[in-house]
């Protein structure tokens, strides 16, 4: 090895290949084979740490080095960063398909996306929530003492009209007492009968400080719902078949946060909209995190709108739906 004081004032771009390729071999066998760092290659191979760093980089561009990256979990890496640069997304989770089983295939991604929450740094210390099957899903999956001492909070209206069998409205319960932390409830209808009732109890202080919470939070975590009678929000006496129907009619693909959106993720019908409480969709495309959870070929006709739209940055979802968003098409199209 040369003294140091002569190797920093070779200009790597003068080597012939021969050499450059025989210092790119050297730096990578001991960043990668022999766990040294920057700064101990530098030291051993007599160059700056800017050297080894650019010998590193052009060594993984060029091919000398590769580097795969192999989950232990069910993930797809491959469509995830696919997907991340197709959609401009801050990050994706995409679950290996479970068969065609889409009760199994939610509760796939529902664990994925607990687990991705609970990997977050920094943990957010205020999160939203909203509610619905695949929601309280994603809550069963939640490690205990996953962001301890969190607060969260519901981002839309959730007391049903009727019971429904399985209970879907108490996310954030689930998720503060998952975390160890505290659930801020927003104790309304998600839809109510008149705008002007919305109207009022959006005036109302402890109404408003909800929503203000739900809109300050740096992350908010939701379902996407597709165009179906067995909604929750059927199922919970907001709608009726006849709702879905007409909404269907005029052209929505599902519902985001409540509220119902056409292939380009546009509101189809603003009288529902203003007769809906909760977290409005302009407050998604420049959220910090805004998270979509979602699985199944009914969905994909509401993932792709709201990719469309930027209402949400991060998705999680199952490897056949993340395939149609890159397609940018929907599960009949």
């Known amino acids: 090895m040369s003294p140091r004081g002569e190797v920093d004032e070779i200009d790597l771009r003068s080597l012939s290949a021969e050499a450059r390729e025989g210092l790119m071999l050297q730096a990578a066998k001991n960043y990668y084979d022999l766990d040294h760092t920057m700064a101990e290659i530098a030291k051993l191979m007599g160059l700056t740490r800017w050297q080894v760093a650019r010998l590193l980089k052009d060594a993984r561009e060029q091919g000398v080095v590769r580097i795969e990256i192999v989950p232990h979990l069910q993930r797809r890496p491959d469509l995830e960063s696919a997907l991340q640069r197709r959609w401009s997304l801050r990050d994706a989770v995409v679950v290996r398909d479970a068969g065609d089983d889409d009760a199994l295939m939610t509760e796939a991604v529902a664990r994925a996306a607990g687990q991705w929450l609970a990997a977050l740094t920094p943990r957010p210390p205020l999160v939203g929530v909203s509610w619905g099957r695949t929601m309280a899903a994603v809550a069963h999956w939640l490690p205990r003492r996953w962001n301890d001492g969190v607060e969260v909070v519901l981002l839309n209206g959730a007391m049903n009209i009727r019971a429904a069998a399985t209970r879907t409205n108490n996310v954030a319960e689930l998720f503060a007492l998952a975390g160890n932390g505290r659930a801020t409830l927003l ?32 992350l908010v975590c939701f379902g996407l719902g597709a165009m179906s009678a067995g909604s929750v929000l059927v199922e919970s006496g907001y709608l009726d078949e006849r709702d879905i129907a007409r909404l269907t009619r005029a052209g929505a693909v599902g519902d985001v946060l409540g509220r119902f959106i056409d292939a380009d993720g546009r509101p189809v019908d603003p009288s529902l909209d203003d007769r809906t409480i909760g977290l409005g969709h302009d407050a998604l495309p420049d959220h910090p995190l805004a998270v979509g959870v979602a699985a199944g070929a009914r969905k994909h006709a509401v993932v792709l709108a709201a990719l469309r739209r930027k209402l949400l940055n991060v998705l999680v979802t199952d490897e056949t739906t993340a395939a149609a968003m890159l397609e940018g098409r929907r599960a009949d199209g």
């Open 187 to 218: 104790p309304v209808p998600a839809i109510v009968g008149r705008a002007e009732t919305r109207a009022v109890l959006e005036r109302d202080p402890v109404i408003a400080g909800v929503l203000a919470m739900g809109r300050e939070a740096p």
